[in-house]
T-cell receptor, first 114, second 110 residues
Framework: DADVTQTPRNRITKTGKRIMLECSQT?????MYWYRQDPGLGLRLIYY???????NKGEISDGYSVSRQAQAKFSLSLESAIPNQTALYFC?????????????FGDGTRLSIL | QKEVEQNSGPLSVPEGAIASLNCTYS??????FFWYRQYSGKSPELIMS????GDKEDGRFTAQLNKASQYVSLLIRDSQPSDSATYLC??????????FGKGTTLSVSS
């Protein structure tokens, strides 16, 4: 089983719909992140959480919200989806040890909004 | 705005050659530096981390860091067609998330 699991893997939906992307991890990491990736724009940070009660905005948080339900779960919601939110979304985790630990990524969710 | 810059490429090298990938960053307080490899449609995979000035070698990969010049590089020796991918440079400070460059596409021809 994958250490960082994202569901669904693919989703096609319509403009205006509410969508939730889910991420769960078995790595025991405290820190979790959501990124989106668009061709030519690289990975951009949406939100991140360093603990269950900690939520921080990233570079492009407008139009998104998150919930950290437990240490192992971090979900991303699009309240009213719009076509320019079509992208590949990645969840990542990292340990909170010394020397800034690297991030480990899930397999991604490909989201298309029509 | 903290920035991480990479040449988008494509960087084309023949099989067996050395591929050199470069990255510059704007935040002098950055403490941790990572290289990820990403195949098309797949998730980024960590291949190297470096935290102090100098070189760090792992198999065919060598990461080089120069904090004074705000520069980090990745050398791939004996490049193979399977190394063809996009390489992402990522940087962060303590207590923050990684900031990624847009990536350099490497193509290794056999």
């Amino acid at each position: 089983d994958a250490d960082v699991t994202q569901t669904p893997r693919n989703r096609i939906t319509k403009t205006g719909k509410r969508i939730m992307l889910e991420c769960s991890q078995t790595k025991g990491h405290d820190r979790m992140y959501w990124y989106r990736q668009d061709p030519g724009l690289g990975l951009r940070l949406i939100y991140y959480s360093f603990d269950v009660k900690d939520i921080n905005k990233g570079e492009i948080s407008d139009g998104y919200s998150v919930s950290r339900q437990a240490q192992a779960k971090f979900s991303l919601s699009l309240e009213s989806a719009i076509p320019n939110q079509t992208a590949l979304y990645f969840c990542a985790t990292s340990d909170s040890g010394t020397n800034n630990q690297p991030q480990h990524f899930g397999d991604g969710t490909r989201l298309s909004i029509l | 705005q903290k920035e991480v810059e990479q040449n988008s490429g494509p960087l084309s090298v023949p099989e067996g050659a050395i591929a050199s990938l470069n990255c510059t960053y704007s935040d002098r307080g950055s403490q941790s530096f990572f290289w990820y490899r990403q195949y098309s449609g797949k998730s980024p995979e960590l291949i190297m981390s470096i935290y102090s000035n100098g070189d760090k070698e792992d198999g065919r990969f060598t990461a080089q860091l120069n904090k004074a010049s705000q520069y980090v590089s990745l050398l791939i020796r004996d490049s193979q067609p399977s190394d063809s991918a996009t390489y992402l440079c990522a940087v962060n400070q303590a207590g923050t998330a990684l900031i990624f460059g847009k990536g350099t596409t490497l193509s290794v021809s056999s």
